[in-house]
């Protein structure tokens, strides 16, 4: 379909779900283009962003985001946003003000402040000041947050609107007490004064659509938010029929909740039931108690244990994984995305990446695939590695990063398949950045300060539906079943759900495991099938 915007409303639940969204909206802004001679780009910006009006008449261009967070998990960052300030209002009576000394803002932040004040209110026709926007440009190629980023909006690049931003005050981010640890927590939490803030939030952002497609729905998968997300998931079924719900379950590494485990069983099997589809996005080996190393990418230095660079490098992934449905000409739709691999009830899926993907200059994408030999190209971004010899029931693969140019010479594309195509500088070691504006494109920062920047890489990820999540998710029943939830963790019971329900809950997961059975013969242990 070509000429149409497909709308999707993105809502972030969890902590770790706003360092992903806040690395993959930094993306999208980095990649809008304002040059009105130019090619519109492929992927079509307004299925994500929406065009508004401040007070003031500043037309503005912000997400269709709701983004769920606790109390203490802003800092720097206002609820309402700056961007549609009124200036002040006036009160009438007595007023009396409480002062406080805010939280200081990282080299970054400022950087940004100062380019924001230094565009205002432009005059018609007039350009922000280049020489600042140098500026930005060039500490960009220095900046090094790891050391200073606590939470999400440490490194928020745009502007968010005020009917983003919901936050859960009876809970605390940080400290011991009042915390959002447990799946049933989270379930409860969904109702009274909450669930109408996030209805009312609901109904301004779907209002405004015209063809509005679905929901992606970025979800912690270890703490009490898979409980909030289960009921969000739920509320979108019910309320908005036919449209496409693609979840997407993000668990850190390590694991830092003592539920994690329990939580993870449960919002798998409960948001994939309330979704079109289902899939967990993690650098971990798995979500049982001890899982294998996180995978190592042949290209990338990063560390594991730093949210701040697992999130940027799943925000990559993300954003290819998406492309499918936002796309501005021949796009497919969430529904069609959803049906072609949910079939027969396997509602869940698994992702894959190579970031970047090892494509050398004056190579084409058969011989980049021809060098990978036995061995795939992707690593596993689900916790769930690619079973040798098992069966793909289907999926959907997406390549990146190449802009303005083909794969095959379009001269050479009939007769010469292996035909090259630019690639740009070779690539080397590189270093999880900041993703955040830098002119149009993405900069990552190499290892050595000496060498220039890595302006662009090529990203090729796969969701796929196979028997590889069999084992997967019978490890992940598994590894619940047998824990001793009464004895181990009483207190997760006492707040819900009860325990009829979370073994009614564990068979089901059961259940869904089994629906990715081999019957070819090959690609599922013996083990497996006595386990049924």
């Known amino acids: 379909m070509t000429g149409v915007c497909r709308e999707v409303i993105t809502l972030q639940l969890g902590h770790y779900s706003n360092f992903v969204g806040t690395h993959w909206w930094n993306l999208q802004d980095a990649s809008l283009c304002y040059d009105p001679v130019s090619a519109p780009p492929e992927v079509q910006s307004d299925s994500v962003f929406r065009e508004g009006q401040t007070p003031g008449g500043s037309v503005t261009y912000t997400p269709r985001l709701i983004a769920m967070d606790l109390k203490g998990s802003l800092r720097t960052l206002r609820q309402e946003g700056s961007l549609y300030d009124p200036g002040g209002a006036s009160a009438a009576g007595s007023v009396t003000v409480h002062k406080h000394s805010p939280p200081e803002k990282n080299c970054f932040l400022e950087d940004l402040e100062k ?217 497919a739709p969430m529904w069609q995305v959803a049906d072609s691999l949910a079939v027969a009830g396997r509602k869940v899926v698994a992702a894959y990446g190579a970031v970047p993907f090892p494509m050398m200059p004056g190579g084409s994408l058969p011989d980049a695939l021809s060098a990978c030999a036995a061995t795939l190209p992707w690593k596993p971004l689900s916790a769930c590695p690619e079973a040798a010899g098992g069966r793909c029931y289907g999926q959907w693969s997406t390549l990146r990063g190449y802009e303005g140019q083909k794969l095959i010479r379009s001269s050479a594309r009939r007769w010469m398949p292996r035909a090259s195509c630019a690639a740009g500088r070779p690539l080397q070691a590189v270093s999880v950045p900041v993703l955040c504006r830098c002119g149009r494109r993405l900069c990552l920062n190499r290892l050595s300060s000496a060498a220039p920047p890595v302006s662009s890489v090529p990203i090729l990820t796969s969701l796929q539906s196979g028997t590889a999540l069999r084992p997967f998710l019978s490890e992940l029943q598994r590894a619940a079943a047998t824990f001793d939830v009464r004895r181990r963790a009483p207190s997760f019971l006492s707040q819900g759900p009860e325990m009829a329900d979370y073994q009614e809950a564990l068979e089901e997961l059961r259940l869904l495991g089994r629906c990715y059975h081999d019957d070819s013969g090959g690609g599922t242990t013996s083990s497996e099938d006595d386990d049924d």
């Open 115 to 331: 380019l924001d004040v230094s565009a205002g209110e432009p005059e018609p026709g007039s350009e922000p000041d280049p020489g600042l926007i140098l500026v930005l440009i060039w500490f960009q190629k220095n900046y090094r947050l790891e050391g200073s980023v606590t939470v999400w909006s440490d490194f928020l690049r745009l502007h968010l609107h005020p009917r983003s931003v919901v936050i859960m005050h009876q809970f605390n981010h940080d400290g011991e007490a009042h915390r959002l640890e447990t799946f049933g927590q989270g379930e409860s939490a969904l109702q009274g004064a909450l669930l109408d803030e996030l209805e009312d939030r609901l109904h301004f952002f779907v209002e405004e659509c015209d063809y509005l497609q679905g929901f992606q729905v970025l979800c912690d998968l270890e703490d009490g938010f898979a409980g909030l997300g289960s009921k969000v998931t739920e509320l979108l079924q019910d309320s908005y029929s036919g449209r496409g719900i693609l979840t997407w379950g993000l668990a850190p590494t390590p694991a830092r909740d003592r539920y994690h485990l329990l939580n993870a069983a449960l919002g798998t099997v409960n948001m994939a039931a309330h979704s079109s589809l289902f899939c967990p996005l993690t650098l971990r080996g798995g979500l049982s108690g001890r899982p294998p190393p996180p995978p190592l990418f042949p290209l990338l230095s990063y560390n594991p244990a730093l949210w701040y660079h697992s999130s940027a490098i799943l925000a990559l992934a993300l954003d290819a994984l998406t492309v499918p449905y936002r796309l501005r000409n021949n796009s």
